[in-house]
């Protein structure tokens, strides 16, 4: 041990790095952590948790517009983003330094600088200092990606900067059709501001499940914003008054903010991984094993940067899974199946399992339960809206393989739906839990009759 100057060294400080650290602390390992922007990493400072604070801001046009249906006379709302801004910079202060809080009190050390690897066990800080380390684990996240170089790529902003607009833009097209994508879409219309999106496939939010992708698009083009498809930003051009984007089938849209949101790359460029030894895998992030073991026997790497199962809570469990592993003397691989998740769209989704095209082609049988109703709140505030509800079976074991939702707090709903799921929960528990009355929730326990059934010995 005399050789090294720490048991592990971890390069970034977001939600996976900073868990492995604390945890690897406990267990007594002496810890450095360095990062080169501001601790807590995507989710706290420029991602999750910026991104639900104006979801929530944005959901309040509607609620002012629905208050009347119920009664409530209220005087013509105003918004100001710059109070929103303020509001929810204040709040990412307060959460960077608790997790600073965080580090201090497990007494691992923090580095606010950036470090690369030279070997195996070298680390070189911008300072010129070098850590030699037993164990080095890489946790640096990802990063925006644009895509193709077009003319005028210079103006498009990524999700990043729409974090500190100086002002609400009157106009924006977005490209993409993800997560982040439909998030912002929803929260600029909620705001007041014409949304134009732009997206390059057939339809939004690829890999989910066909119907909730359609009743997502439903429900975004009743709100106002227009969709565009099989269409990508050709070039933009910065006129007088806003930008002159062309697309690629020669449309113009006339706009005063371009924004890309066409996806993340794990951010391994510059790293030194090459000189360490550490290889990437096909999708090009880290490669690992089970264990989140790189290449090179002494080096992990969690989160993003490995681009397995890229959401915040699977960075934290491979965290903490990791520092159980080398330091707590508890070998623990981390299950990538069955993940749920939240889309916070508008409407919001929750998902979780197989998709019906996916379930057809792993399962010999399917049964396929779905429903789409009016929620009961808009009975008096007449807003023309529609919750789904999808539930998709293995038809040999009853098991519930499935779960897609489009609906008010659906994020929620999936959370304890996840929990069932992942325990086995056939159909037949679903049905014999009683409903609680009235919710929209109770629709997950009384759906009894299939909308579809796939068997694929009688299909051939």
């Given at each position: ?6 048991d592990l060294f971890v ?124 164990t080095i684990l890489i ?283 992942k325990m086995g929960a ?35």
């Open positions: 041990m005399a050789d090294h100057d720490v390069i970034g400080a977001g939600s996976g790095g900073v868990r492995a650290a604390r945890i690897a602390s406990s267990y007594g390992a002496r810890v450095m952590i360095a990062e080169e922007f501001r601790v807590g990493g995507t989710c706290v400072i420029r991602g999750c948790v910026p991104k639900k604070l104006l979801v929530y801001a944005s959901r309040f046009s509607a609620e002012f517009e629905d208050a009347a249906g119920f009664g409530w006379t209220v005087p013509q709302p105003t918004f100001h983003w710059p109070a929103l801004i303020a509001n929810k910079d204040s709040e990412i202060a307060r959460l960077e330094a608790a997790y600073i809080s965080t580090l201090e009190r497990f007494n691992v050390k923090l580095v606010r600088t950036r470090a690369v690897l030279e070997d195996a066990h070298t680390v070189r800080l911008t300072t010129g200092a070098r850590v030699r380390a037993e946790a640096t996240g990802a990063t925006p990606y644009h895509g193709a170089q077009i003319a005028g790529l210079e103006h498009v902003i990524s999700s990043n900067e729409a974090f500190h607009l100086k002002q609400l833009p009157a106009r924006i097209l977005i490209q993409g059709g993800g997560y982040i994508a439909v998030e912002f879409a929803g929260i600029f219309a909620g705001l007041g501001t014409e949304v134009t999106l732009v997206y390059r496939g057939e339809n939004i939010l690829r890999g989910f499940d066909d119907d909730l992708r359609e009743h997502l698009r439903g429900e975004m083009v009743k709100r106002g914003i227009k969709i565009i498809t099989k269409q990508t930003v050709a070039a933009i051009e910065k006129v007088d008054h806003g930008y002159d984007v062309g697309l690629s089938d020669n449309e113009q849209v006339m706009t005063d903010l371009v924004m890309f949101a066409t996806g993340r790359k794990p951010n391994v460029h510059g790293l030194g991984l090459e000189a360490a030894g550490v290889k990437l895998g096909k999708t090009g992030g880290i490669a690992v094993d089970e264990f989140s073991k790189t290449t090179v026997e002494n080096i992990y790497a969690v989160g993003d940067v490995t681009n397995r199962v890229n959401l915040t809570p699977v960075a934290i469990r491979e965290g903490h899974a990791f520092a159980d592993t080398v330091y707590g003397g508890k070998p623990t691989p981390v299950d990538h199946a069955n993940v749920p998740t939240a889309v916070f769209s508008e409407p919001e989704l929750g998902v979780i399992g197989l998709t019906e095209t996916q379930a057809r082609e792993q399962l010999a049988k399917v049964d396929v339960y779905k429903t789409s109703f009016r929620p009961m709140k808009a009975t008096l505030s007449g807003r023309d809206t529609r919750g789904f509800m999808k539930l998709l079976v293995d038809g040999s074991t009853d098991r519930v393989v499935g779960c897609h939702i489009a609906g008010a707090d659906a994020g929620e709903l999936i959370q304890m739906v996840g929990v069932a799921v056939t159909k037949a528990d679903f049905d014999a839990t009683m409903a609680v009355h009235p919710t929209a929730a109770e629709e997950l326990v009384t759906m009894r009759e299939k909308a579809a059934s796939y068997d694929r010995a009688a299909a051939e």
